[in-house]
């Protein structure tokens, strides 16, 4: 690909926010102290969830596996520490939803033992899908929110031609810093990851896009391209704006093509991974570790010291606040996420897991401002980076018009909270458009369901049929047999009485005439008597 | 002379048509009512009858002899009732009281400790969803239940419960915001 450097292009609408990143970059990161106990959900990705492969009494090994999957997109999960696996139940997890959900709960016993590792240090030496499948077993899902298994995404398929792999150090949501931080503090392994995705999918560019107000970490990994001296890896530094860090929205920026709206960026050549991402890639294969840790921001103005931790997967978030200081006497609201595309959690006795990029603590007291009807005024179309109508689709989303927001293209919309952020009437426009979404999907679950009683009810109904057919059948079989032998005999009797009845006759007859011989007989006697 | 031209040539033209429209009627026939099959497939599949019909597609036969309204399915409720005012182009119309509540997905289990093994749920299934014979234990396959209660009349020691399907996070649902009707007025 031919780009003159540092040519960019632009993203419809998006916002400048306030970043405040800062109040958490003052610190390196640290780590977090060992927890006790461990909650690890089996399910932290998007796809299938994996099969439990310990139970209850079990000892584990850091590192080893605890789940496994034989469907493609999924991941295992490893247990963070060494220790016991002492509870094996629903508990809840960090979801909007607030329900429980099936984990795994280990007791540290304070060794933090590894189990045995298998480090390649050449990568080049293996073949991209040996590299794929040691990413798959190392459970790495995309770090950046979505949770995306990564060994499915560095797989774009035979047909695929992947020539650019964008790496998304962008985070423009306000708050967040730890993808900041892990670029500033573990640069070179970033390089490296980069470096392996780049061979495992054969792109020739690799692009580290990092937003202008990330100076540190821009020139953090400068500096060890330029030790390394790799020319196929380039840092682009882009303008805040949010949400630039959107895969569409980003892709746009750097390379002014348009990913299809039912498409992946792999259609148009491409491949975007978050550095997170990146690092774990590495240290799954240069190193041999699963993923069983990463970087947590915890910041906000509710929070002591806000700062990134690096954090082993399953610790409760209570235990970050606490190591962070603890909370404010005014704080109000806990978030996981940012501002803008984050979700409230009830309560902090949840666990980390691998998608948890921040912890934000907020301390506003106001009540949220009461929402007014739409004026139709259309800034929120002005700002929303997916060109869509967002005020037809909260229209539409409201009164239930589930066919007709499809056709305005509502799950291209990537719930950035732009429009919520700008509307004069406060409507919760993104809370619409995920009623609307998941309304579709379980619309879509009840379809599939509904069609299979169905298949299943004509079935019944065909077999019924059947059976009730052939009960007639074999009745009337039985009938015309039955009536066939009783046909049979009438005749046969018909005939033994006619061929019967000339005997009988005649021994009757015979019987008669020796009576009358007999009478005769003795009438003669009789008279032979008189006579004398 | 002109009046006998103009009955000829539709005399012409209709008998063409006639032929045409005869033909293509045999020609084109379609066994069943494509109608029903549309309703159908809006159709929950539950087979619970508590339209009033003995299952689905004769409620949905019901509905396009006109002799049914569209608001007597409560499992499918007000999705269904929407969806087929669309589709037939009837007014919406209000569920009964009763079904008004959104329906609430259930399954049954049956106490496996009371089945005598007498079959009669068995023959009671719509869509074969449990699993016995006779003189042996009876047990529910949970996957295809549809919830339509129909083996529970029949069940002569009352060994089948029901309980509700519990949401789990992948077919949780985010909640329509509140109206903002109820919004103060600007």
């Known amino acids: ?532 | 002379m002109s009046i006998l031209v103009a009955i000829i040539t539709l005399t012409v033209i209709s008998t063409i048509f006639g032929v045409l429209l005869g033909y293509t009627s045999v020609k084109f026939h379609v066994e069943g009512d494509p109608i029903v099959d549309k309703i159908d497939a809006l159709l929950p599949q539950t087979q619970c009858g508590q339209c009033t019909y003995p299952g689905c597609r004769p409620y949905a036969e019901a509905i396009t002899s006109g002799e049914a309204g569209i608001n007597q399915c409560p499992p499918g409720g007000e999705a269904t009732m929407l969806a087929l005012s669309d589709l037939l182009g009837i007014e919406p119309v209000a569920l009964d009281e009763e079904h008004a509540d959104e329906p609430q997905k259930t399954v049954v289990y049956i106490d496996e400790q009371i089945c005598i093994g007498c079959t009669l749920c068995i023959q009671a299934c719509p869509v074969d969803a449990i699993l016995g014979a006779a003189k042996q234990m009876h047990t529910i396959i949970e996957n295809e239940c549809t919830g339509c209660d129909l083996c529970i009349p029949p069940c002569p020691v009352d060994c089948i419960h029901i309980k509700t399907v519990k949401p789990e996070q992948d077919t949780w649902r985010w909640s329509l915001p509140a109206s903002t009707e109820t919004a103060p007025k600007a």
């Open chain 1, 1 to 532: 690909m031919t780009r003159s450097s540092q040519q960019l292009w632009h993203f419809h609408g998006g916002l400048k926010l306030d970043s405040n990143k800062a109040m958490s970059t003052r610190t390196p990161i640290i780590k977090a102290s060992l927890p006790e106990r461990l909650v690890l959900p089996v399910q932290q990705h998007i796809g299938e969830a994996g099969q439990l492969l310990v139970k209850v009494g079990d000892k584990v090994l850091k590192g080893q596996a605890v789940t496994e999957s034989s469907e493609y997109i999924s991941a295992p999960v490893h247990a963070p520490t060494s220790g016991t696996v002492v509870e094996i139940g629903e508990f809840p997890t960090p979801h909007p939803s607030g329900l429980n959900t099936l984990c795994i709960v280990i007791e540290s016993d304070g060794e933090d033992e590894w189990i045995e590792l298998k480090p390649t240090l050449y990568p080049n030496t293996k073949s991209p899908s040996e590299l794929r499948q040691l990413i798959r077993q190392a459970g790495i899902v995309g770090l950046g929110g979505a949770a995306f298994p990564t060994s499915v995404k560095v797989n774009p398929g035979p047909k695929a031609h992947i020539e650019t792999l964008i790496i998304n150090g962008v985070e423009c949501e306000p708050y967040i810093s730890c993808d900041d931080m892990l670029m500033r503090e573990y640069a070179e392994e970033l390089i490296s990851g980069c470096s392996i995705i780049q061979y495992i999918v054969s792109a020739t560019h690799c692009l580290i896009a990092i937003e202008d107000n990330k100076p540190e970490a821009i020139q953090a990994i400068k500096t060890v391209i330029k030790e390394k001296a790799l020319h196929t890896i380039e840092v682009v530094c882009i303008p805040t704006l949010y949400p630039t860090g959107g895969e569409k929205q980003l892709i746009k920026v750097l390379t002014h093509k348009e990913v299809p709206s039912d498409g992946f960026p792999s259609d148009i050549g491409l491949l975007v991974q978050n550095v997170g991402t990146a690092v774990a890639v590495h240290k799954a294969i240069v190193l041999g570790e699963p993923l069983i840790s990463r970087i947590v921001t915890i910041t906000g103005n509710g929070v002591q010291q806000p700062q990134n931790i690096e954090v082993l997967i399953g610790t409760l978030i209570s235990e970050l606040i606490k190591q962070s200081g603890g909370y404010h006497e005014d704080a109000s609201k806990l978030i996981m996420g940012g501002p803008m595309m984050g979700f409230t959690l009830q309560t902090d006795h949840l666990p980390v897991i691998k998608g948890s990029n921040c912890i934000l603590v907020e301390n506003t007291q106001a009540e949220a401002p009461a929402t007014m009807p739409c004026i139709r005024c259309s800034a929120c179309a002005t700002v929303c980076p997916a060109q869509l109508l967002p005020q037809q689709l909260y229209w539409m989303a409201s009164s239930k018009k589930f066919d007709l927001i499809q056709d305005y293209h509502l799950f291209d919309c990537i719930e950035c909270g732009c429009c919520a952020q700008v509307c004069p009437s406060q409507i919760p426009l993104v809370q619409y458009y995920r009623f609307a979404k998941t309304e579709i999907w379980n619309q879509e679950r009840d379809k599939i369901k509904s069609d299979h009683a169905r298949v299943r009810h004509d079935f019944r109904q065909a077999r019924l049929d059947k059976e009730k057919k052939e009960r007639a059948e074999k009745l009337r079989k039985k009938k015309e047999l039955l009536e066939k032998k009783k046909m049979a005999e009438t005749a046969a009797k018909k005939e033994d009485t006619e061929t019967e009845i000339d005997p009988k006759k005649s021994a009757i007859e015979a019987a008669m005439k020796r009576v009358q011989k007999k009478k005769e007989a003795k009438l003669a006697s009789d008279e032979n008597v008189n006579e004398k």
